[in-house]
C-alpha cells in the first residue's frame, strides 16, 4: 500500500520563476493538505482540497494556488518565486466521514531552493 | 486552536524512558491532543492521539492530566532512530477540514 508520494523531491528555481509540486495521497484518502516548512520550523498549514475544491486556507498569498483531480492526486503551483519560498513543501492527506481519525499522513516532500 | 508550549530540546539516553511534556492551558472541551514526530528530512509522522484517557499504542503513551491542561508523551524505551522533533498539536476532530497548527516542537537527542 503505497503512502503519500510527492515529486519531484529536490528541485532548484531563480527568483520569478514558477513552480509546480505534484503529490499523490494514501490510497484510499480523498482530502489533501499542503504545508510549507521552512529551515527550523514547524510546517504551516497552505491550503487543503476536497472534492476538487479548496477547502480551507492558511495565511498565504494568491501566489501559492493548487488544484485536485479527480483521482484525488493534487498540484501546488507557485508563481513569481521569491528567495523566502525556499522551503520543503509537505503535502498530507486523510480520508473525509466518518473513517476519518484526524490522522494526517504525510509524504517525505519537495524541497525547492529559490536562488 | 488551543496554543500549545513545549521545551525547546531534551535529551535521553538509549533504552530509557523519553518524557516528552506539553502544556495547552486553554484546550477546549472538544479539542484532541495529537502528537507527530519528523525525522530529519523526512516528512511528519503521527504517534498518537487522546481526549482526556491516557492512550497506549505500538509506538508510545500519551498521559493526559485530569484538567487536560498537558500532557506528557512517553516512548518507552527510547532507540536512537527516536531522536527527531516531536511535535504536540491540540486539535478539534472531525470538523471536516481542519488544520494541523505546528509549532517549533522540542528536538529529543537519543545518545548512545
Known amino acids: 500500500d503505497a503512502g503519500v508520494t510527492q515529486s519531484p523531491t529536490h528541485l532548484i528555481k531563480t527568483r520569478g520563476q514558477q513552480v509546480t509540486l505534484r503529490c499523490s495521497p494514501k490510497?484510499?484518502?480523498?482530502?489533501v493538505s499542503w504545508y510549507q516548512q521552512a529551515l527550523g520550523q514547524g510546517p504551516q498549514f497552505i491550503f487543503q482540497?476536497?472534492?476538487?475544491?479548496?477547502?480551507q486556507r492558511g495565511n498565504f498569498p494568491d501566489r501559492f494556488s493548487g488544484h485536485q483531480f479527480p483521482n484525488y492526486s493534487s498540484e501546488l503551483n507557485v508563481n513569481a518565486l521569491l528567495l523566502g519560498d525556499s522551503a520543503l513543501y509537505l503535502c498530507?492527506?486523510?480520508?473525509?466521514?466518518?473513517?476519518?481519525?484526524?490522522?494526517?499522513?504525510f509524504g517525505e516532500g519537495s524541497r525547492l531552493t529559490v536562488l | 486552536d488551543a496554543k500549545t508550549t513545549q521545551p525547546t530540546s531534551m535529551d535521553c539516553a538509549e533504552g530509557r524512558a523519553a518524557n516528552l511534556p506539553c502544556n495547552h492551558s486553554?484546550?477546549?472541551?472538544?479539542?484532541?491532543v495529537y502528537w507527530y514526530r519528523q525525522i530529519h528530512s523526512q516528512g511528519p509522522q503521527y504517534i498518537i492521539h487522546?481526549?482526556?484517557n491516557n492512550e497506549t499504542n505500538e509506538m508510545a503513551s500519551l498521559i493526559i492530566t485530569e484538567d487536560r491542561k498537558s500532557s506528557t508523551l512517553i516512548l518507552p524505551h527510547a532507540t536512537l532512530r527516536d531522536t527527531a522533533v516531536y511535535y504536540c498539536?491540540?486539535?478539534?476532530?472531525?470538523?471536516?477540514?481542519?488544520?494541523?497548527?505546528f509549532g517549533t516542537g522540542t528536538r529529543l537527542l537519543v545518545s548512545p
Open positions: 482540497y476536497y472534492e476538487e475544491e479548496e477547502r
Open positions: 486553554t484546550i477546549s472541551g472538544n479539542e484532541y
Open positions: 498530507a492527506s486523510r480520508i473525509s466521514g466518518e473513517l476519518n481519525t484526524g490522522e494526517l499522513f
Open positions: 498539536i491540540v486539535r478539534v476532530m472531525n470538523t471536516g477540514f481542519q488544520k494541523l497548527v
Open positions: 487522546g481526549l482526556k
Open positions: 490510497s484510499g484518502h480523498d482530502t
